[in-house]
């Protein structure tokens, strides 16, 4: 069955340092694609990454890089030189591939809440 | 260019009540979802749609109903409220391909 982890409810790091937020997935499909969105205090949902379950290289964006790990199927996200407007709630989610009726389920885990401080 | 919206953004419903709530995108996008976010839960799927006339039930579907009559629209109905749907639901719309998700601004709902 389709599912994400996240097993840090929060997390705390210092301005300019970087931190990890783990994710796991479990998956029985090939094709996947992992997404990793924020949500400031505000409450409006920002994309951040994406990583396909065929790419090779680790994707990157800007301070935010996507440790893909396939065979432990884990895709930490890791932000470095942290910055105070950060500080957010951090959600990883997965899409499965398969193309038959009524699948495509887009799911989420329950969030990192990240807090930076100066 | 308005993406995703999301109507209403705020409303407080009494028990029993009953209520749709739409969201329209103008993104030609095939899938649509709703979700509801509750402290410490994460956003967790109510019902999805792959296509126009298409829909199925997510992780929570209970009290839920939806319809997809146009492409560009989804609607989640709720026919007897209840307290514990109080929560904030979001709308998100994506294209066939891996590609990132869009959402709405979220509605966020009062059942007393």
């Known amino acids: 069955a389709q599912k994400i982890t996240q097993t840090q409810p929060g997390m705390f790091v210092q301005e300019k340092e970087a931190v990890t937020l783990d994710c796991t997935y479990d998956?029985?499909?090939?094709?996947?694609?992992l997404f990793w969105y924020k949500q400031p205090s505000s409450g409006e949902m920002i994309f951040l990454i994406y990583?396909?379950?065929?790419?090779?290289q680790n994707a990157t964006e800007g301070r935010y890089s996507l440790n893909f790990q396939k065979a432990r199927k884990s895709a930490n996200l890791v932000i470095s030189a942290s910055q105070l407007g950060d500080s957010a709630m951090y959600f990883c989610?997965?899409?499965?591939?398969?193309?038959?009726?009524?699948?495509?389920?887009?799911?989420f885990g329950t969030g990192t809440r990240l807090q930076v401080f100066p | 260019n308005a993406g995703v919206t999301q109507t209403p953004k705020f409303r407080v419903l009494k028990t029993g009540q009953s209520m749709t709530l739409l969201c329209a995108q103008d993104?030609?996008?095939?899938?649509m979802y709703w979700y509801r976010q509750d402290p410490g839960m994460g956003l967790r799927l109510i019902h999805y749609?792959?296509?126009?006339?298409?829909?199925a039930k997510g992780e929570v579907p209970d009290g839920y109903n939806v319809s997809r009559l146009k492409k560009q629209n989804f609607l989640l109905g709720l026919e007897s409220a209840a307290p514990s749907q109080t929560s904030v639901y979001f709308c998100?719309?994506?294209?066939?391909?891996?590609?990132?998700?869009?959402f709405g601004q979220g509605t966020r709902l009062t059942v007393v």
């Open positions: 993104m030609n996008h095939e899938y």
């Open positions: 990583q396909g379950s065929y790419d090779e």
């Open positions: 749609s792959v296509g126009e006339g298409t829909t």
């Open positions: 989610a997965m899409r499965e591939g398969r193309r038959t009726y009524n699948t495509d389920k887009l799911i």
């Open positions: 998100a719309t994506t294209a066939v391909i891996h590609t990132e998700a869009f």
């Open positions: 998956t029985s499909d090939q094709s996947y694609g």
